[in-house]
């Protein structure tokens, strides 16, 4: 019977650890090409009804340059985008953070 308890208490404790194992941290490079300044980014899970926080904070990409934005806690690879430009332009897109190491926003 004591042989089976560990067992138990190593069973008990896969759902508390193996969410945390699979919550990872992706990086995108996120080139502007654009022609117009990106002002905010916003990227959630396509299966969350919000959006999380402007991934740029206050940097803005200018149109020719690329930025590094980080998402964390990622339990999903495919995220929704939102982008909104300096000329008013709000524009939505889809990307899988797991397989992709960059995005390039084109006219």
Do not use: H, K
């Not at 990086?27 to 299966?47: K, M, W």
């Not at 940097?59 to 909104?84: F, K, Q």
């Amino acid at each position: 019977m004591s042989v089976f308890r560990p067992l138990a208490f190593a069973t008990a404790l896969i759902p508390l650890f193996g969410t945390a194992v699979l919550a990872e941290t992706e990086t995108l490079r996120v080139r502007n090409r654009s022609g117009v300044d990106l002002v905010r980014l916003f990227a959630s899970p396509v299966t969350d009804q919000y959006w999380r926080d402007d991934l740029l904070g206050e940097y803005v990409v200018p149109s020719g340059s690329n930025a590094d934005v980080t998402i964390r806690n990622v339990s999903e690879c495919l995220y929704d985008l939102l982008m909104m430009f300096s000329d008013g332009a709000v524009v939505p897109d889809r990307v899988d953070v797991c397989a992709a190491e960059s995005y390039t926003i084109q006219p």
